[in-house]
Protein backbone atom coordinates (compact mmCIF):
# COMPACT_ATOMS: atom_id res chain seq x y z
CA UNK A 1 0.00 0.00 0.00
CA UNK A 2 1.67 3.18 -1.27
CA UNK A 3 0.27 6.17 1.24
CA UNK A 4 1.47 9.70 1.14
CA UNK A 5 0.56 12.18 4.26
CA UNK A 6 0.70 16.12 4.17
CA UNK A 7 1.76 17.72 7.45
CA UNK A 8 2.31 21.15 7.86
CA UNK A 9 4.46 22.77 10.30
CA UNK A 10 2.93 25.30 12.84
CA UNK A 11 3.99 27.28 15.64
CA UNK A 12 3.56 25.82 19.27
CA UNK A 13 0.34 27.00 20.56
CA UNK A 14 1.33 27.49 24.09
CA UNK A 15 3.60 30.38 23.18
CA UNK A 16 2.61 34.12 24.09
CA UNK A 17 2.38 35.21 20.45
CA UNK A 18 3.06 39.39 19.43
CA UNK A 19 2.59 40.94 16.04
CA UNK A 20 5.25 41.85 13.94
CA UNK A 21 5.87 45.32 12.47
CA UNK A 22 4.32 44.38 9.27
CA UNK A 23 1.16 43.90 11.34
CA UNK A 24 0.38 40.64 8.86
CA UNK A 25 2.62 38.06 10.24
CA UNK A 26 3.97 36.65 13.74
CA UNK A 27 6.67 38.11 15.40
CA UNK A 28 9.17 34.86 15.22
CA UNK A 29 11.50 35.87 18.51
CA UNK A 30 10.99 32.76 20.42
CA UNK A 31 8.42 30.78 18.57
CA UNK A 32 8.85 27.23 18.65
CA UNK A 33 7.40 25.09 15.94
CA UNK A 34 5.87 21.35 15.43
CA UNK A 35 3.92 19.09 13.53
CA UNK A 36 0.34 19.22 13.80
CA UNK A 37 -1.41 17.67 16.04
CA UNK A 38 -3.78 16.07 14.20
CA UNK A 39 -0.88 15.58 11.49
CA UNK A 40 0.55 13.43 13.93
CA UNK A 41 -2.27 11.65 13.79
CA UNK A 42 -2.53 11.28 10.11
CA UNK A 43 1.16 10.39 9.93
CA UNK A 44 0.52 7.87 12.62
CA UNK A 45 -2.40 6.17 11.04
CA UNK A 46 -0.38 6.03 7.77
CA UNK A 47 2.49 4.00 9.14
CA UNK A 48 0.68 1.72 10.50
CA UNK A 49 -1.50 0.84 7.37
CA UNK A 50 1.78 0.48 5.63
CA UNK A 51 2.39 -2.14 8.57
CA UNK A 52 -0.63 -4.03 8.41
CA UNK A 53 -1.30 -4.05 4.86
CA UNK A 54 1.75 -5.70 3.83
CA UNK A 55 4.16 -4.47 1.43
CA UNK A 56 4.22 -0.71 0.81
CA UNK A 57 5.71 2.81 2.02
CA UNK A 58 5.37 6.22 3.13
CA UNK A 59 5.99 9.02 2.05
CA UNK A 60 5.69 12.40 4.35
CA UNK A 61 5.25 15.88 2.19
CA UNK A 62 5.45 19.45 3.52
CA UNK A 63 5.04 22.89 2.08
CA UNK A 64 6.83 25.19 3.10
CA UNK A 65 10.56 27.31 3.71
CA UNK A 66 13.41 24.84 4.86
CA UNK A 67 12.73 25.10 8.63
CA UNK A 68 9.77 22.43 7.25
CA UNK A 69 12.86 20.03 6.72
CA UNK A 70 13.68 19.37 10.66
CA UNK A 71 9.51 18.08 11.00
CA UNK A 72 10.15 16.13 7.47
CA UNK A 73 13.10 14.45 9.22
CA UNK A 74 10.80 13.34 12.32
CA UNK A 75 8.59 11.68 9.86
CA UNK A 76 11.65 9.70 8.33
CA UNK A 77 12.83 8.97 12.18
CA UNK A 78 9.09 7.78 12.51
CA UNK A 79 8.75 5.22 9.53
CA UNK A 80 8.00 7.18 6.46
CA UNK A 81 10.40 6.19 3.52
CA UNK A 82 11.00 9.11 2.34
CA UNK A 83 10.04 12.99 2.21
CA UNK A 84 8.88 16.03 0.23
CA UNK A 85 9.31 19.65 0.85
CA UNK A 86 7.47 21.80 -1.73
CA UNK A 87 9.30 24.49 -1.17
CA UNK A 88 7.66 28.09 -0.53
CA UNK A 89 8.78 30.65 1.32
CA UNK A 90 6.23 30.98 3.32
CA UNK A 91 3.04 29.01 3.60
CA UNK A 92 0.17 30.67 2.15
CA UNK A 93 -2.84 31.38 3.77
CA UNK A 94 -4.68 30.07 0.76
CA UNK A 95 -6.08 26.83 1.24
CA UNK A 96 -6.86 26.66 -2.46
CA UNK A 97 -3.05 27.32 -3.63
CA UNK A 98 -1.80 24.92 -0.90
CA UNK A 99 -3.85 22.12 -2.62
CA UNK A 100 -3.03 22.97 -6.11
CA UNK A 101 0.84 22.34 -5.36
CA UNK A 102 0.13 19.30 -3.39
CA UNK A 103 -2.18 17.87 -6.19
CA UNK A 104 0.58 18.61 -8.65
CA UNK A 105 2.62 17.04 -6.16
CA UNK A 106 0.47 13.58 -5.93
CA UNK A 107 -1.20 13.29 -8.62
CA UNK A 108 1.52 11.32 -10.42
CA UNK A 109 2.12 9.55 -7.42
CA UNK A 110 0.03 6.13 -7.98
CA UNK A 111 -0.81 6.63 -4.12
CA UNK A 112 -3.50 4.37 -2.82
CA UNK A 113 -4.18 6.94 0.60
CA UNK A 114 -3.60 10.93 0.59
CA UNK A 115 -3.95 11.40 4.68
CA UNK A 116 -4.24 14.79 5.85
CA UNK A 117 -4.58 16.16 9.77
CA UNK A 118 -8.27 17.26 10.27
CA UNK A 119 -6.88 20.65 10.54
CA UNK A 120 -3.53 22.45 10.88
CA UNK A 121 -3.95 23.69 14.45
CA UNK A 122 -3.06 27.29 13.41
CA UNK A 123 -5.63 28.21 10.95
CA UNK A 124 -7.99 25.40 12.20
CA UNK A 125 -9.44 25.67 8.66
CA UNK A 126 -9.16 21.72 7.17
CA UNK A 127 -10.01 23.05 3.89
CA UNK A 128 -6.16 21.96 2.29
CA UNK A 129 -7.49 18.05 2.38
CA UNK A 130 -11.36 18.13 0.52
CA UNK A 131 -9.91 21.13 -2.03
CA UNK A 132 -6.49 18.65 -2.75
CA UNK A 133 -9.22 15.36 -3.04
CA UNK A 134 -11.32 17.42 -5.51
CA UNK A 135 -8.32 18.59 -7.51
CA UNK A 136 -7.08 15.13 -7.84
CA UNK A 137 -10.87 13.55 -8.51
CA UNK A 138 -10.34 11.37 -5.60
CA UNK A 139 -13.38 10.26 -2.97
CA UNK A 140 -12.85 11.92 0.25
CA UNK A 141 -13.91 11.53 3.98
CA UNK A 142 -12.95 14.01 6.33
CA UNK A 143 -12.57 14.32 9.86
CA UNK A 144 -12.65 11.01 10.55
CA UNK A 145 -12.17 8.81 13.88
CA UNK A 146 -12.07 5.59 12.63
CA UNK A 147 -10.99 3.90 9.99
CA UNK A 148 -11.12 0.05 8.37
CA UNK A 149 -8.96 -0.85 5.00
CA UNK A 150 -9.57 -4.10 3.49
CA UNK A 151 -9.66 -5.28 0.00
CA UNK A 152 -8.95 -1.71 -1.60
CA UNK A 153 -12.14 -0.40 -0.24
CA UNK A 154 -12.54 1.32 3.21
CA UNK A 155 -15.09 2.49 6.15
CA UNK A 156 -14.88 5.63 8.03
CA UNK A 157 -17.05 7.02 10.62
CA UNK A 158 -16.82 10.74 11.28
CA UNK A 159 -18.83 12.87 14.20
CA UNK A 160 -20.87 15.42 13.35
CA UNK A 161 -22.87 17.68 15.94
CA UNK A 162 -24.91 14.58 17.95
CA UNK A 163 -24.42 12.20 15.87
CA UNK A 164 -21.88 10.00 13.96
CA UNK A 165 -21.75 9.08 10.21
CA UNK A 166 -20.76 5.85 8.68
CA UNK A 167 -19.58 5.99 5.28
CA UNK A 168 -17.78 3.29 2.72
CA UNK A 169 -15.45 4.12 0.03
CA UNK A 170 -13.21 3.35 -2.46
CA UNK A 171 -9.53 3.82 -2.97
CA UNK A 172 -8.00 5.02 -3.86
CA UNK A 173 -8.66 7.81 -1.59
CA UNK A 174 -8.08 10.99 0.80
CA UNK A 175 -8.84 11.09 4.35
CA UNK A 176 -8.62 13.82 7.05
CA UNK A 177 -8.00 12.35 10.63
CA UNK A 178 -9.74 13.41 13.49
CA UNK A 179 -8.30 12.50 16.98
CA UNK A 180 -9.32 8.53 18.09
CA UNK A 181 -7.65 6.10 15.86
CA UNK A 182 -4.10 6.59 16.83
CA UNK A 183 -1.66 8.41 18.66
CA UNK A 184 1.68 8.91 17.24
CA UNK A 185 4.49 7.00 18.02
CA UNK A 186 7.72 8.73 19.59
CA UNK A 187 10.86 7.86 16.94
CA UNK A 188 13.45 4.84 17.97
CA UNK A 189 17.13 5.89 18.31
CA UNK A 190 17.19 3.41 15.16
CA UNK A 191 14.80 5.66 13.24
CA UNK A 192 16.52 8.83 14.54
CA UNK A 193 19.81 7.54 12.79
CA UNK A 194 18.18 5.45 9.64
CA UNK A 195 16.00 8.94 8.72
CA UNK A 196 19.60 10.58 8.28
CA UNK A 197 19.73 7.95 4.86
CA UNK A 198 16.46 8.24 3.63
CA UNK A 199 15.80 10.51 0.88
CA UNK A 200 14.16 14.17 1.45
CA UNK A 201 13.52 15.43 -2.12
CA UNK A 202 12.98 19.39 -2.36
CA UNK A 203 11.13 21.38 -4.93
CA UNK A 204 9.17 24.88 -6.13
CA UNK A 205 5.81 24.92 -4.52
CA UNK A 206 3.35 25.69 -8.20
CA UNK A 207 1.05 27.54 -6.19
CA UNK A 208 -0.78 29.23 -8.93
CA UNK A 209 -2.21 32.80 -7.99
CA UNK A 210 -3.22 32.86 -4.30
CA UNK A 211 -7.04 34.97 -4.05
CA UNK A 212 -6.98 34.92 0.31
CA UNK A 213 -4.72 36.83 2.19
CA UNK A 214 -3.71 38.28 5.42
CA UNK A 215 -4.83 41.80 5.59
CA UNK A 216 -4.07 42.32 9.25
CA UNK A 217 -3.07 40.37 12.31
CA UNK A 218 -4.55 41.23 16.07
CA UNK A 219 -4.28 39.82 19.69
CA UNK A 220 -7.67 39.74 20.66
CA UNK A 221 -8.83 42.46 23.56
CA UNK A 222 -7.89 40.61 27.07
CA UNK A 223 -10.53 39.65 29.01
CA UNK A 224 -10.76 41.30 32.02
CA UNK A 225 -8.66 39.51 34.84
CA UNK A 226 -10.48 37.09 36.45
CA UNK A 227 -11.90 37.69 39.75
CA UNK A 228 -12.21 34.89 42.49
CA UNK A 229 -15.38 35.66 44.83
CA UNK A 230 -14.56 33.71 47.46
CA UNK A 231 -13.76 30.21 49.24
CA UNK A 232 -16.64 27.17 49.64
CA UNK A 233 -19.97 27.22 48.94
CA UNK A 234 -21.40 29.64 51.36
CA UNK A 235 -20.82 32.08 48.05
CA UNK A 236 -22.93 30.20 45.78
CA UNK A 237 -25.57 33.01 46.76
CA UNK A 238 -23.58 35.69 45.60
CA UNK A 239 -22.23 33.92 42.44
CA UNK A 240 -26.01 33.54 41.65
CA UNK A 241 -26.97 36.97 41.95
CA UNK A 242 -24.24 38.06 39.95
CA UNK A 243 -24.88 35.75 37.47
CA UNK A 244 -28.59 37.09 37.59
CA UNK A 245 -28.11 41.11 37.86
CA UNK A 246 -24.52 41.14 36.16
CA UNK A 247 -23.90 39.03 33.70
CA UNK A 248 -27.30 38.87 32.97
CA UNK A 249 -27.10 34.96 32.25
CA UNK A 250 -28.98 33.27 34.36
CA UNK B 1 -26.57 45.56 -6.28
CA UNK B 2 -24.90 42.04 -5.23
CA UNK B 3 -26.52 38.72 -5.26
CA UNK B 4 -25.55 36.31 -2.26
CA UNK B 5 -25.62 32.64 -1.80
CA UNK B 6 -26.55 30.61 1.33
CA UNK B 7 -25.90 26.88 1.78
CA UNK B 8 -28.93 25.92 4.10
CA UNK B 9 -27.99 22.80 6.31
CA UNK B 10 -31.11 20.39 7.51
CA UNK B 11 -30.38 16.51 8.84
CA UNK B 12 -33.06 14.60 9.40
CA UNK B 13 -35.55 16.79 7.00
CA UNK B 14 -35.47 19.34 9.74
CA UNK B 15 -33.37 22.75 9.30
CA UNK B 16 -30.12 23.19 11.21
CA UNK B 17 -29.86 26.78 13.29
CA UNK B 18 -26.86 27.20 10.90
CA UNK B 19 -28.80 27.36 8.34
CA UNK B 20 -30.69 30.35 9.20
CA UNK B 21 -27.35 31.90 10.22
CA UNK B 22 -26.37 31.62 6.61
CA UNK B 23 -29.26 33.31 5.45
CA UNK B 24 -28.83 35.82 8.23
CA UNK B 25 -25.08 36.73 6.68
CA UNK B 26 -25.87 36.70 3.33
CA UNK B 27 -29.02 39.02 3.79
CA UNK B 28 -26.62 41.50 5.64
CA UNK B 29 -24.24 40.85 2.76
CA UNK B 30 -27.01 41.44 -0.01
CA UNK B 31 -28.12 44.73 1.92
CA UNK B 32 -24.88 46.11 2.60
CA UNK B 33 -23.70 45.99 -0.98
CA UNK B 34 -27.10 47.73 -2.54
CA UNK B 35 -29.64 45.31 -1.30
CA UNK B 36 -29.29 42.67 -3.84
CA UNK B 37 -30.85 39.07 -3.33
CA UNK B 38 -29.98 36.24 -0.99
CA UNK B 39 -30.24 32.55 -3.08
CA UNK B 40 -30.58 29.74 -0.43
CA UNK B 41 -29.96 26.25 -1.43
CA UNK B 42 -31.44 23.94 0.27
CA UNK B 43 -30.86 19.90 -0.42
CA UNK B 44 -32.73 17.04 1.09
CA UNK B 45 -35.23 13.99 1.18
CA UNK B 46 -38.11 14.43 -0.49
CA UNK B 47 -40.52 16.57 1.89
CA UNK B 48 -37.73 19.24 2.64
CA UNK B 49 -39.52 21.88 0.55
CA UNK B 50 -41.81 22.47 3.22
CA UNK B 51 -38.55 24.35 5.32
CA UNK B 52 -38.34 26.57 2.64
CA UNK B 53 -40.57 29.68 4.27
CA UNK B 54 -38.45 29.49 7.60
CA UNK B 55 -35.62 30.49 4.84
CA UNK B 56 -37.87 33.46 3.88
CA UNK B 57 -38.62 34.90 6.72
CA UNK B 58 -34.98 34.85 7.49
CA UNK B 59 -34.08 36.84 4.47
CA UNK B 60 -33.90 34.57 1.58
CA UNK B 61 -35.81 35.68 -1.91
CA UNK B 62 -35.17 32.47 -3.88
CA UNK B 63 -34.92 29.30 -2.72
CA UNK B 64 -33.49 26.12 -4.98
CA UNK B 65 -34.65 22.82 -3.62
CA UNK B 66 -33.06 20.04 -4.32
CA UNK B 67 -34.98 16.48 -3.27
CA UNK B 68 -34.00 13.28 -3.87
CA UNK B 69 -35.27 10.05 -2.38
CA UNK B 70 -31.30 9.23 -2.64
CA UNK B 71 -30.19 12.34 -0.36
CA UNK B 72 -31.30 11.37 3.02
CA UNK B 73 -28.18 11.36 4.05
CA UNK B 74 -25.62 13.83 3.34
CA UNK B 75 -23.56 12.86 0.34
CA UNK B 76 -20.25 15.19 -0.27
CA UNK B 77 -20.36 14.23 -3.63
CA UNK B 78 -24.02 15.05 -4.63
CA UNK B 79 -24.01 18.13 -2.50
CA UNK B 80 -20.74 19.95 -3.40
CA UNK B 81 -21.71 19.44 -7.18
CA UNK B 82 -24.92 20.43 -6.53
CA UNK B 83 -24.00 23.82 -4.75
CA UNK B 84 -21.17 24.65 -7.26
CA UNK B 85 -23.32 23.91 -10.30
CA UNK B 86 -26.36 26.68 -8.85
CA UNK B 87 -23.19 29.16 -8.01
CA UNK B 88 -21.82 28.67 -11.45
CA UNK B 89 -25.21 29.20 -13.07
CA UNK B 90 -25.55 33.02 -11.24
CA UNK B 91 -23.49 35.65 -10.31
CA UNK B 92 -22.34 35.84 -6.66
CA UNK B 93 -20.75 38.20 -4.62
CA UNK B 94 -20.02 36.16 -2.00
CA UNK B 95 -21.69 32.95 -1.09
CA UNK B 96 -22.25 31.53 3.00
CA UNK B 97 -21.56 28.27 4.39
CA UNK B 98 -21.65 27.17 8.19
CA UNK B 99 -18.40 25.66 9.89
CA UNK B 100 -20.50 23.00 11.48
CA UNK B 101 -19.01 19.85 10.31
CA UNK B 102 -21.30 19.42 7.40
CA UNK B 103 -20.37 22.34 6.40
CA UNK B 104 -16.29 21.85 7.03
CA UNK B 105 -16.60 18.99 4.40
CA UNK B 106 -18.63 20.95 2.14
CA UNK B 107 -17.38 24.12 1.91
CA UNK B 108 -13.92 23.41 0.56
CA UNK B 109 -14.87 21.22 -2.16
CA UNK B 110 -17.28 24.11 -3.58
CA UNK B 111 -14.67 26.58 -3.77
CA UNK B 112 -11.78 23.99 -5.38
CA UNK B 113 -14.68 22.81 -8.06
CA UNK B 114 -15.11 26.35 -8.81
CA UNK B 115 -11.62 27.82 -8.55
CA UNK B 116 -12.03 30.28 -5.86
CA UNK B 117 -10.92 30.61 -2.56
CA UNK B 118 -12.35 30.06 1.30
CA UNK B 119 -12.24 32.02 4.41
CA UNK B 120 -12.80 29.51 7.05
CA UNK B 121 -14.25 29.72 10.76
CA UNK B 122 -15.18 33.63 10.43
CA UNK B 123 -16.95 35.25 13.03
CA UNK B 124 -17.88 38.55 11.41
CA UNK B 125 -17.24 40.02 7.83
CA UNK B 126 -17.30 43.05 5.58
CA UNK B 127 -18.29 44.03 1.99
CA UNK B 128 -15.87 46.15 -0.01
CA UNK B 129 -15.76 47.20 -3.71
CA UNK B 130 -12.23 45.24 -4.40
CA UNK B 131 -13.16 42.19 -1.93
CA UNK B 132 -14.50 40.87 1.27
CA UNK B 133 -12.85 41.18 4.29
CA UNK B 134 -13.43 38.20 7.40
CA UNK B 135 -12.40 37.76 10.85
CA UNK B 136 -11.43 34.45 12.76
CA UNK B 137 -10.28 33.78 15.08
CA UNK B 138 -6.85 31.51 14.75
CA UNK B 139 -3.67 30.22 16.79
CA UNK B 140 -6.55 28.63 18.97
CA UNK B 141 -8.20 32.04 19.56
CA UNK B 142 -5.03 33.90 20.75
CA UNK B 143 -4.63 36.27 17.46
CA UNK B 144 -7.48 37.56 15.12
CA UNK B 145 -6.70 37.02 11.66
CA UNK B 146 -8.32 39.81 9.59
CA UNK B 147 -8.46 38.25 5.77
CA UNK B 148 -8.96 39.44 2.24
CA UNK B 149 -10.62 37.32 -0.64
CA UNK B 150 -10.55 38.53 -3.73
CA UNK B 151 -12.36 37.10 -7.00
CA UNK B 152 -16.54 36.43 -7.00
CA UNK B 153 -17.96 34.31 -5.32
CA UNK B 154 -16.14 34.84 -2.15
CA UNK B 155 -17.03 31.79 -0.49
CA UNK B 156 -17.09 31.92 3.60
CA UNK B 157 -18.12 29.58 5.75
CA UNK B 158 -19.38 30.95 9.21
CA UNK B 159 -18.64 29.94 12.82
CA UNK B 160 -21.57 28.53 14.50
CA UNK B 161 -23.61 31.20 16.68
CA UNK B 162 -21.43 33.66 15.45
CA UNK B 163 -24.20 35.12 13.07
CA UNK B 164 -26.87 35.48 15.32
CA UNK B 165 -30.22 34.26 12.82
CA UNK B 166 -32.67 37.69 12.50
CA UNK B 167 -36.00 37.41 11.04
CA UNK B 168 -36.49 39.54 7.84
CA UNK B 169 -39.71 38.29 6.19
CA UNK B 170 -40.05 37.53 2.59
CA UNK B 171 -42.38 36.11 0.57
CA UNK B 172 -39.60 33.83 -1.57
CA UNK B 173 -40.09 32.57 -4.83
CA UNK B 174 -39.17 28.70 -4.56
CA UNK B 175 -37.68 26.67 -7.61
CA UNK B 176 -37.44 23.25 -7.75
CA UNK B 177 -34.06 21.62 -9.35
CA UNK B 178 -32.04 18.26 -9.89
CA UNK B 179 -28.93 17.21 -8.41
CA UNK B 180 -26.15 18.41 -10.45
CA UNK B 181 -24.79 14.37 -10.49
CA UNK B 182 -26.69 10.99 -9.64
CA UNK B 183 -26.29 10.50 -6.01
CA UNK B 184 -26.20 6.77 -7.64
CA UNK B 185 -22.70 7.48 -8.89
CA UNK B 186 -21.37 8.85 -5.71
CA UNK B 187 -18.24 6.89 -4.60
CA UNK B 188 -18.29 7.68 -0.98
CA UNK B 189 -22.02 6.53 0.54
CA UNK B 190 -23.12 7.54 3.98
CA UNK B 191 -23.95 3.93 5.01
CA UNK B 192 -25.65 5.06 8.37
CA UNK B 193 -26.34 7.79 10.72
CA UNK B 194 -26.03 7.48 14.04
CA UNK B 195 -28.05 10.00 16.28
CA UNK B 196 -27.34 10.53 19.66
CA UNK B 197 -29.69 10.67 22.14
CA UNK B 198 -32.54 13.29 20.85
CA UNK B 199 -32.70 14.96 24.39
CA UNK B 200 -28.75 16.13 24.34
CA UNK B 201 -28.47 19.35 22.91
CA UNK B 202 -25.38 19.90 20.93
CA UNK B 203 -22.78 21.77 22.46
CA UNK B 204 -23.02 24.25 19.49
CA UNK B 205 -26.06 25.27 19.82
CA UNK B 206 -26.27 25.63 23.87
CA UNK B 207 -26.30 28.84 25.59
CA UNK B 208 -25.20 27.74 28.95
CA UNK B 209 -22.24 24.72 28.69
CA UNK B 210 -21.33 23.10 31.78
CA UNK B 211 -18.06 21.00 32.06
CA UNK B 212 -16.23 19.00 33.87
CA UNK B 213 -11.98 18.03 33.80
CA UNK B 214 -10.48 15.90 36.03
CA UNK B 215 -11.63 17.34 39.24
CA UNK B 216 -14.11 15.56 39.12
CA UNK B 217 -12.78 12.64 40.19
CA UNK B 218 -13.94 9.48 38.44
CA UNK B 219 -16.78 9.03 35.45
CA UNK B 220 -19.79 8.64 37.68
CA UNK B 221 -19.52 12.06 39.85
CA UNK B 222 -20.52 13.76 36.05
CA UNK B 223 -23.60 13.48 37.50
CA UNK B 224 -22.94 16.48 39.73
CA UNK B 225 -22.58 18.63 36.37
CA UNK B 226 -25.56 16.91 34.75
CA UNK B 227 -27.47 17.90 37.76
CA UNK B 228 -26.59 21.48 37.63
CA UNK B 229 -27.06 21.52 33.21
CA UNK B 230 -30.43 20.30 33.90
CA UNK B 231 -31.43 22.36 36.67
CA UNK B 232 -30.03 25.69 34.63
CA UNK B 233 -32.13 24.41 31.50
CA UNK B 234 -31.14 24.59 27.79
CA UNK B 235 -27.56 23.73 28.49
CA UNK B 236 -25.26 21.42 27.57
CA UNK B 237 -22.84 18.86 29.20
CA UNK B 238 -18.86 19.26 28.15
CA UNK B 239 -15.63 17.99 29.39
CA UNK B 240 -11.68 18.19 28.65
CA UNK B 241 -9.74 16.42 26.60
CA UNK B 242 -7.86 14.77 30.18
CA UNK B 243 -11.76 13.42 30.63
CA UNK B 244 -12.32 12.17 27.35
CA UNK B 245 -9.10 10.83 26.40
CA UNK B 246 -9.79 8.44 29.73
CA UNK B 247 -13.45 7.68 28.28
CA UNK B 248 -14.92 8.70 31.30
CA UNK B 249 -17.51 10.79 28.78
CA UNK B 250 -17.58 10.44 24.77
CA UNK B 251 -14.90 12.29 22.48
CA UNK B 252 -17.42 14.66 21.27
CA UNK B 253 -17.87 16.50 24.39
CA UNK B 254 -14.30 17.61 23.95
CA UNK B 255 -14.20 21.29 24.50
CA UNK B 256 -10.33 22.68 23.38
CA UNK B 257 -7.98 23.17 20.66
CA UNK B 258 -8.90 19.59 19.25
CA UNK B 259 -12.63 19.13 20.08
CA UNK B 260 -14.96 21.49 19.60
CA UNK B 261 -15.00 25.23 19.60
CA UNK B 262 -17.71 26.98 21.77
CA UNK B 263 -18.97 30.55 22.50
CA UNK B 264 -21.88 30.58 24.87
CA UNK B 265 -23.30 33.21 27.03
CA UNK B 266 -22.47 31.14 30.22
CA UNK B 267 -19.55 28.78 30.32
CA UNK B 268 -19.27 26.71 33.51
CA UNK B 269 -15.93 24.87 34.08
CA UNK B 270 -15.89 22.32 37.13
CA UNK B 271 -12.82 20.97 38.28
CA UNK B 272 -10.96 22.44 35.87
CA UNK B 273 -7.30 23.77 35.68
CA UNK B 274 -7.69 25.39 32.39
CA UNK B 275 -4.88 24.59 29.93
CA UNK B 276 -3.87 26.15 27.04
CA UNK B 277 -5.73 23.12 25.26
CA UNK B 278 -8.87 23.86 27.19
CA UNK B 279 -8.94 27.29 26.83
CA UNK B 280 -8.21 27.27 23.08
CA UNK B 281 -12.16 25.71 23.08
CA UNK B 282 -13.92 28.22 25.69
CA UNK B 283 -12.35 31.48 25.54
CA UNK B 284 -14.62 33.10 23.96
CA UNK B 285 -17.76 32.26 26.30
CA UNK B 286 -19.73 35.48 26.91
CA UNK B 287 -19.45 34.55 30.70
CA UNK B 288 -16.82 32.56 32.26
CA UNK B 289 -17.11 30.58 35.99
CA UNK B 290 -14.70 28.47 37.38
CA UNK B 291 -14.75 26.48 40.61
CA UNK B 292 -11.73 24.68 41.66
CA UNK B 293 -9.74 24.17 44.59
CA UNK B 294 -6.41 25.40 43.31
CA UNK B 295 -6.85 29.13 43.65
CA UNK B 296 -4.05 29.50 41.13
CA UNK B 297 -5.44 27.54 38.53
CA UNK B 298 -4.86 29.11 35.57
CA UNK B 299 -8.61 29.16 34.72
CA UNK B 300 -9.18 31.66 37.24
CA UNK B 301 -7.00 33.71 35.23
CA UNK B 302 -9.96 33.79 32.55
CA UNK B 303 -13.20 33.75 34.63
CA UNK B 304 -15.21 36.28 35.19
CA UNK B 305 -16.66 34.56 38.25
CA UNK B 306 -14.23 32.22 40.59
CA UNK B 307 -14.92 30.41 43.40
CA UNK B 308 -12.19 28.31 45.31
CA UNK B 309 -13.10 25.33 46.95
CA UNK B 310 -14.63 21.70 47.17
CA UNK B 311 -16.93 21.29 43.96
CA UNK B 312 -18.72 18.25 45.59
CA UNK B 313 -19.88 20.77 48.38
CA UNK B 314 -20.04 24.04 45.63
CA UNK B 315 -21.84 22.45 42.71
CA UNK B 316 -24.87 20.66 44.79
CA UNK B 317 -25.27 24.04 46.60
CA UNK B 318 -25.06 25.86 43.10
CA UNK B 319 -27.70 23.11 41.31
CA UNK B 320 -30.27 23.84 44.85
CA UNK B 321 -29.74 28.20 44.36
CA UNK B 322 -30.26 27.67 40.33
CA UNK B 323 -33.31 25.67 41.04
CA UNK B 324 -34.84 28.45 44.02
CA UNK B 325 -33.64 31.49 41.62
CA UNK B 326 -35.75 30.07 38.63
CA UNK B 327 -38.72 29.07 41.17
CA UNK B 328 -38.73 32.63 42.30
CA UNK B 329 -38.50 33.96 38.90
Known amino acids: ?250 | MATAFAFAESRGGELRKVALETVTAARQAADASGGGEVHALLVGAPGIAARAPELGRHGADLITVVEDAALEHYSAEVFAATAAARLSAGSYRAAFFSASAQGRDLAPRVAARLGVSLACDVTGFEMRDDAVIAQHPGYTGKVMVTLRLVGSPALLSLRPGAIAPAEHSRTPRVETAKPATDPAAARVVVTELTQRAAARLDLGEARVIVSGGRGLRAPENFKLVEDLAAAIGNAAVGATRAVTDDGWRPATDQIGQTGRVVTPDLYIAVGISGAIQHLAGMRTAKTIVAINKDKDAPIFKVADYGIVGDLFEIVPRLTEEVKRARHSH
Open chain 1, 1 to 250: MKIAVCIKRVPDMEARFSIAPDRKSLDQSGLKYEMGDFDGYALEVGLQLVEKQGPGELTAVSLGPDGVQEMLRKALAMGAARAVQLKADQVPVDGLAIARALAAELKEGGYDLVLFGRMATDTASGTVGPMTAELLGLPCVTAISYLEISAGKGTARRDLEGAAETSSFPLPAVLTIDEGIARPRLASLKGIMAAKKKPLEVRPAQLGEPRLFVESLALPPDRPPGRILGEGADVVPELVRLLQTEAKVL
